[in-house]
């Protein structure tokens, strides 16, 4: 184990990792910082002597992180029941062309932290998410895993089990090239724009979803909309509800390592205020199979860490 003077220092080279562990846990930008935080005041609160015996502190670092999402993960279901419409995990935000170097930033360049791989981790429960992350993604023995879950070694293997099952039928499409998500995305907001529903329904898968999170705090759609017909016609609605071109004024930025979009907040006279928003999309075989848009303004604040939102 290191000593005092350089405890900091290994610290800081585990963050990128402790960091892409909890963000991966607990779909949230501030549960995950306040994690790996906490894991260092409690690396920090050891003696020397009790240093001196943690023999890989990796290891001991990620099941410290690992118990703290835990209770992150189970006091969050609490949260949710209060929350007003859809809940989507809080996006992480980056220029395109400029990848940051914030361990968040890190993080999301996995495909496993993008926005719809974090969605199909949502229908988990805390204790399969926490057993399926930590030894698919992470390596972590399930004697460990164990420990955290305050389980047997035989039940936590149970649990990544039960929750690599349920996420056998729900994996989101692989992430595409930028050039190939640019080419759909430009078809599409193409279209939008030009109020051309053939064009945009070229570009729809058919059991496409739209998922708007708010928490009633911004406008946005109240429930999941399923179909591509369904969605049309809530684009159609949003087109004629907002200033003409307002949807255009939005610039490309990168949600969680894919292509996405930032809307600022807008208001002209004699339309409806835009809010601010920033979304994604999954895309399967050249066809837009969901889009994730936030416009929680709660979310919006940490997500855009890398520059500022109002740039």
């Given at each position: 184990m290191c000593s005092a003077n350089t405890l900091v220092g290994e610290f800081e080279m585990l963050r990128p990792r402790l960091t892409s562990v909890a963000?991966?846990?607990?779909?949230?930008?501030?549960?995950?910082?306040?994690?790996?935080?906490?894991?260092?005041?409690?690396?920090?609160?050891?003696?020397?002597?009790?240093?001196?015996?943690?023999?890989?502190l990796t290891g001991w670092l990620t099941t410290v992180v690992g118990r703290i999402c835990l209770d992150r993960l189970q006091s969050a279901a609490l949260r949710r029941e209060r929350y007003v419409g859809p809940w989507l995990p809080e996006p992480v935000i980056t220029p395109v062309g400029a990848p940051g170097e914030d361990p968040l930033d890190i993080a999301v360049r996995d495909e496993g932290?993008?926005?719809?791989?974090?969605?199909?981790l949502d229908k988990l429960t805390p204790e399969q998410r926490v057993a399926f992350v930590l030894h698919d993604a992470f390596s972590v023995p399930y004697n460990e895993?164990?420990?955290?879950?305050?389980?047997?070694?035989?039940?936590?293997?149970?649990?990544?089990?039960?929750?690599?099952?349920?996420?056998?039928?729900?994996q989101p499409p692989p992430r595409l090239s930028m050039a190939e998500q640019q080419e759909v995305l430009d078809r599409f907001m193409s279209a939008v724009l030009a109020g051309d529903v053939r064009a945009v329904a070229e570009v729809l898968h058919p059991d496409m979803v739209f998922i708007g999170d708010s928490d009633g705090k911004a406008r946005n759609?109240?429930?999941?909309?399923?179909?591509?017909?369904?969605?049309?016609?809530f684009f159609s609605g949003l087109v004629r509800m907002y200033p003409p071109g307002a949807l255009g004024t939005g610039r490309?930025?990168?949600?969680?390592?894919?292509?996405?979009?930032?809307?600022?907040?807008?208001?002209?006279?004699?339309?409806?205020?835009?809010?601010?928003?920033?979304?994604?999309f999954a895309?399967?075989?050249?066809?837009?199979?969901?889009?994730?848009?936030?416009?929680?303004?709660?979310k919006l604040k940490p997500a855009f860490r890398g520059f500022a939102s109002s740039a």
């Open positions: 963000y991966r846990l607990t779909s949230s930008v501030s549960d995950a910082e306040d994690a790996v935080q906490e894991s260092w005041l409690r690396l920090a609160g050891l003696t020397e002597e009790q240093r001196a015996g943690i023999r890989d932290a993008r926005m719809a791989a974090l969605i199909v895993i164990a420990e955290i879950l305050g389980v047997s070694v035989d039940a936590a293997r149970q649990h990544a089990s039960r929750g690599r099952r349920a996420l056998g039928d729900a759609a109240r429930r999941i909309i399923v179909g591509a017909e369904k969605i049309l016609r490309a930025v990168l949600v969680n390592g894919d292509l996405g979009f930032h809307l600022p907040s807008l208001q002209v006279d004699g339309y409806q205020k835009l809010d601010e928003h920033v979304g994604t895309i399967r075989d050249g066809r837009i199979e969901a889009i994730y848009d936030v416009a929680n303004p709660d």
